[in-house]
């Protein structure tokens, strides 16, 4: 069982970059294959990246291909996104989730466990 906590969120410019951090405040994240998913009011939960267990290959939609990063930290026990070049439409509470098992798809009904969310706006 692992618990993830978000952070690194924020309200950034048109064109600027955060990057976000999850955490695992229990467990380590490493074990999982993990997903950074978004939800934008009135719209469903859009997966927007996935790293598979021990760091190998990496997933994006294209809507955010060549602009989001995910990488692993093992030594800090986290999982971030570089985002950057961002966009009014990228705006939404950004999650992070974990699964057991090595590869990090995009359906969001696969990963058990989840953090509580942090918010990016980005301002036109």
């Known amino acids: 069982q692992v618990q993830l906590v978000e952070s690194g969120g924020g309200l950034v410019q048109a064109g600027g970059s ?9 467990g380590t994240v490493s074990s999982y294959a993990v997903g950074w998913f978004r939800q934008a009011p009135r719209k469903e939960r859009e ?3 996935g790293i598979n267990w021990s ?3 990496t997933y994006y939609p294209d809507s955010v291909k060549g602009r989001f990063a995910i990488s692993r930290d093992n030594a800090r026990n986290t999982v971030d ?7 009014p439409e990228d705006t939404a509470v950004y999650y ?7 590869v990090a798809t995009p359906e969001a009904v696969r990963y058990m466990y989840w953090g ?3 918010q990016v706006t980005v301002s036109s």
């Open 81 to 87: 996104l570089q985002m950057n070049s961002l966009k």
């Open 47 to 49: 997966f927007v990246a």
């Open 96 to 102: 992070c989730a974990a699964k057991p098992g090595v």
């Open 116 to 118: 509580q969310g942090t």
């Open 55 to 57: 760091a190998g290959s």
């Open 18 to 26: 955060l990057r976000l951090s999850c955490a695992a405040s229990s």
